[in-house]
């Protein structure tokens, strides 16, 4: 039977106050015990919104406990990311922990950074490198056959669920081969993310990551997985600088790779000017400007050079997380273009819009008066003829 929108809005509601009473339940919580009733009958009901592919109760609820500002809103996000990157799977030699994990990779390249299918003899390097370096030697992987772009990545909670489901399902082979046509298409930055996305199971409870096994620390995991995906990742990144970030669990895999490629895009573009124009880096100014939507969204810096008025580059830093314009965001912003060798940076005091071109859809960055304006570079030889954005 078909249902009417306003019967499905209703059921939906029932199943939103459900979650924000135990997830307020559980923020008001005074000890372990009474926290572990709360989690489970939160885990119990994301569980069944997530089999019913019910995002828009997941939704309503998160939605209407940011209002409110409450604590709650934390654990109910934190539940809800915890339920969809990991289940526990029965295997004939007992119960084993499944955890969905992104290896990410910062990229940057002259030519468009690729997002492709992995051929298999890169995945079994990839793999391999992956439990030496990283997993306990316990773990087994499942690991897509493709190199994500962040546009490619899961857009919803159920979305991500069921990527998990495929790949736990693909463990007994170590590979789950992707449909790249069901993939979206990806918008080309000299600078982005890339990831391998995966899942890892090992024996319920026990270590999943070698710095929990006390084999070696965080620190030493993340220079061996460096270092050794150097050479496994080279294949599929021809032509691009890139630096492999620690692979964790997927929802902090992907937030610490939205945090890092900021400062990497901004040394990315400074190596490209500096390279491409054939100057020194102290050449380049920098104009950083704050753009409002509602409340500030993103910080744009525009590059141009000496005393010319032309902006022949740009780079948008959007806000994470709980930023906001009384975060130190803009000094953070100074500190790495002075470490990537700009000594002229110009901080606009006004609230800028956050215009984009109507031809090409590119960002416009601001110039030292303030005006947003499209970054072309100058004719150079050997320019690629997309835009750089
Ligand atoms: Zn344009």
Request: hydrophobic share 40%; charged share 25%; glycine share 6%.
């Given at each position: 039977?078909?249902?009417?929108?306003?019967?499905?809005?209703?059921?939906?509601?029932?199943?939103?106050?459900?979650?924000?009473?135990?997830?307020?339940?559980?923020?008001?919580?005074?000890?372990?015990?009474?926290?572990?009733?709360?989690?489970?009958?939160?885990?119990?009901?994301?569980?069944?919104?997530?089999?019913?592919?019910?995002?828009?109760?997941?939704?309503?609820?998160?939605?209407?406990?940011?209002?409110?500002?409450?604590?709650?809103?934390?654990?109910?996000?934190?539940?809800?990311?915890?339920?969809?990157?990991?289940?526990?799977?029965?295997?004939?030699?007992?119960?084993?922990?499944?955890?969905?994990?992104?290896?990410?990779?910062?990229?940057?390249?002259?030519?468009?950074?690729?997002?492709?299918?992995?051929?298999?003899?890169?995945?079994?390097?990839?793999?391999?490198?992956?439990?030496?370096?990283?997993?306990?030697?316990?773990?087994?992987?499942?690991?897509?056959?493709?190199?994500?772009?962040?546009?490619?990545?899961?857009?919803?909670?159920?979305?991500?669920?069921?990527?998990?489901?495929?790949?736990?399902?693909?463990?007994?082979?170590?590979?789950?081969?992707?449909?790249?046509?069901?993939?979206?298409?990806?918008?080309?930055?000299?600078?982005?993310?890339?990831?391998?996305?995966?899942?890892?199971?090992?024996?319920?409870?026990?270590?999943?990551?070698?710095?929990?096994?006390?084999?070696?620390?965080?620190?030493?995991?993340?220079?061996?997985?460096?270092?050794?995906?150097?050479?496994?990742?080279?294949?599929?990144?021809?032509?691009?600088?890139?630096?492999?970030?620690?692979?964790?669990?997927?929802?902090?895999?992907?937030?610490?790779?939205?945090?890092?490629?900021?400062?990497?895009?901004?040394?990315?573009?400074?190596?490209?000017?500096?390279?491409?124009?054939?100057?020194?880096?102290?050449?380049?100014?920098?104009?950083i400007g704050g753009c409002y939507h509602r409340q500030l969204e993103e910080y744009r810096?525009?590059?141009?050079?000496?005393?010319?008025?032309?902006?022949?580059?740009?780079?948008v830093w959007p806000l994470l997380g709980a930023e906001d314009e009384m975060s130190d965001v803009a000094e953070e912003i100074?500190?790495?273009?002075?470490?990537?060798?700009?000594?002229?940076?110009?901080m606009l005091r006004q609230r800028l819009p956050m215009?984009?071109?109507?031809?090409?859809?590119?960002?416009?960055?601001p110039?030292?008066?303030?005006?947003?304006?499209?970054?072309?570079?100058?004719?150079?030889?050997?320019?690629?003829?997309?835009?750089?954005?």
């Amino acid at each position: 039977m078909k249902k009417s929108p306003s019967s499905r809005r209703g059921r939906a509601s029932r199943e939103a106050d459900a979650l924000i009473e135990y997830a307020e339940g559980l923020a008001q919580s005074g000890s372990r015990a009474e926290d572990h009733f709360w989690e489970s009958r939160l885990e119990r009901e994301i569980e069944s919104l997530l089999k019913d592919g019910d995002e828009g109760s997941l939704n309503a609820a998160l939605d209407r406990l940011a209002d409110r500002e409450s604590r709650a809103y934390e654990e109910l996000a934190d539940a809800i990311e915890g339920r969809v990157e990991h289940m526990i799977a029965a295997a004939s030699d007992g119960e084993r922990d499944v955890l969905l994990f992104a290896a990410p990779v910062l990229a940057w390249s002259r030519m468009p950074l690729p997002t492709r299918p992995i051929p298999p003899a890169v995945l079994k390097s990839a793999r391999q490198a992956l439990l030496e370096t990283v997993f306990t030697p316990k773990a087994d992987l499942c690991l897509a056959n493709y190199l994500f772009s962040p546009d490619q990545l899961p857009e919803t909670f159920c979305d991500t669920a069921d990527l998990r489901q495929a790949l736990t399902q693909g463990l007994t082979d170590g590979t789950f081969k992707v449909d790249p046509a069901s993939l979206k298409e990806t918008a080309q930055f000299l600078a982005d993310q890339r990831y391998i996305i995966g899942v890892v199971s090992a024996p319920r409870g026990e270590a999943i990551f070698r710095w929990q096994s006390g084999d070696a620390n965080r620190e030493q995991v993340t220079q061996r997985w460096m270092e050794t995906s150097q050479n496994a990742l080279a294949p599929l990144l021809p032509a691009c600088a890139f630096e492999s970030m620690l692979p964790r669990a997927y929802y902090v895999a992907c937030r610490d790779a939205d945090r890092s490629a900021r400062p990497f895009s901004i040394r990315a573009s400074v190596a490209f000017l500096a390279t491409t124009l054939g100057i020194s880096q102290n050449h380049l100014v920098a104009t950083i400007g704050g753009c409002y939507h509602r409340q500030l969204e993103e910080y744009r810096i525009g590059f141009t050079v000496g005393e010319e008025e032309e902006t022949i580059h740009g780079v948008v830093w959007p806000l994470l997380g709980a930023e906001d314009e009384m975060s130190d965001v803009a000094e953070e912003i100074e500190t790495t273009l002075r470490e990537s060798g700009i000594q002229r940076v110009v901080m606009l005091r006004q609230r800028l819009p956050m215009e984009y071109c109507d031809d090409c859809g590119a960002p416009l960055y601001p110039n030292e008066d303030g005006e947003m304006v499209h970054a072309e570079l100058p004719d150079v030889a050997e320019q690629p003829s997309q835009h750089l954005h």
